[in-house]
Nanobody, 122 residues
Framework: QVQLVESGGGSVQSGGSLRLSCAAS????????MAWFRQAPGKEREKVAS???????NYAVSVKGRFTISQNNVRNTLYLQMNSLKPEDTAIYYC????????????????WGQGTQVTVSS
């Protein structure tokens, strides 16, 4: 089992920055990929970015060049640096982990955090 706890959400004006953190505990060595998803009201949960155990990253087109995913050396903390935030980035952001590859579908991820709200005002 893996437990995930997000922090760092909040409210910011358009163009601002936030950094999200996700503390992972438990059997983290079993996870192959960790990711950030987000879900806006009335929309499906979508993957924002992912990083595998080798450090390879993937980003959604909508955030590429603005967001950066990273993890610490022991892979027990995941980060998402968000710059140049836009109102359309407003959502609940979730940390997720999977023992499988870095899929784009939420149902491929075994473990989830409780989410942290990010609100970007214009």
């Amino acid at each position: 089992q893996v437990q995930l706890v997000e922090s760092g959400g909040g409210s910011v004006q358009s163009g601002g920055s936030l950094r999200l953190s996700c503390a992972a505990s438990g059997s983290t060595s079993d996870t192959y990929c960790m990711a950030w998803f987000r879900q806006a009201p009335g929309k499906e949960r979508e993957k924002v970015a992912s990083i595998d155990r080798y450090g390879d990253t993937n980003y959604a087109v909508s955030v590429k060049g603005r967001f950066t995913i990273s993890q610490n050396n022991v892979r027990n903390t995941l980060y998402l640096q968000m710059n140049s935030l836009k109102p359309e980035d407003t959502a609940i952001y979730y940390c997720a982990a999977t023992t499988l590859g870095c899929a784009w579908l939420a149902n491929q991820y075994n473990y989830w955090g409780q989410g942290t709200q990010v609100t970007v005002s214009s």
